[in-house]
Structure formats: C-alpha cells, structure tokens
C-alpha cells in the first residue's frame, strides 16, 4: 500500500507560477515510477508529467512541455511539480499517481485526493 498526499494548489495569476508537492508513506517509495495528471470539470483527466523511480527519466504532455518540471527527492518520498508560466487552461484538481511502470500510472491503484489550481486571466 502506498498513501499519497498532495499539496501546494492555490489561485494564481496567469503568467504565475505554484510548486505542489506529493508525500508519500507507505510501501518503499523509491521503487515507484511517480505521475501527475489533471482534471478540469466537465473534462476527463488527462495526463501531465511523470517520472521513473530514480529520477532519470522524466515524461510530460506536449500542453506542458517546457513550463511544467517534475522531480523527486527519494529520501522525503515526496515528488514535486513546479509549474510555471501558468495559463487559465491549467485549471484542474491536480492528482499524483505511483505505480511501477509510468506507462500504466493512468491505472495505478495509488492516487491522492487531489490538489485544486486556479489560474486567474
């Protein structure tokens, strides 16, 4: 088993940038590949970033390429998203997401409660 917690959501300005982090307890958090994805209402969810368990390979949506940058400190079992450059389209519950292959986070039995971010015009 492995609880997850998000963290770090909030109103911001377009133009703005938010961190949001993902605590993890549980079962060994480094052997984990880690994402996060997204839902904004009315839409399905969708993803956005995600990382193998050592950190070395990092993933994300072409809509977030090159604003968005995943990473993981292993020793506090926490992954982070620093989300910069935040666009009004970036409004969603932010949800991080652990499983052992990043193509198959999207079914992973392990998710947090989400994370709200509001990107003001």
């Known amino acids: 088993q492995v609880q997850l917690v998000e963290s770090g959501g909030g109103l911001v300005q377009a133009g703005g940038s938010l961190r949001l982090s993902c605590a993890a307890s549980?079962?060994?958090?480094?052997?984990?590949?880690m994402g996060w994805f997204r839902q904004a209402p009315g839409k399905e969810r969708e993803f956005v970033g995600a990382i193998s368990w050592g950190g070395v390979s990092t993933y994300y949506a072409d809509s977030v390429k090159g604003r968005f940058t995943i990473s993981r400190d292993n020793a506090k079992a926490t992954v982070y998203l620093q989300m910069a450059n935040l666009k009004p389209e970036d409004t969603a519950v932010y949800y991080c997401a652990a499983g052992p292959f990043i193509e198959t986070l999207d079914e992973s039995d392990y998710w947090g409660q989400g994370t709200q971010v509001t990107v003001s015009s």
């Open positions: 549980g079962r060994t958090f480094s052997s984990y590949a």
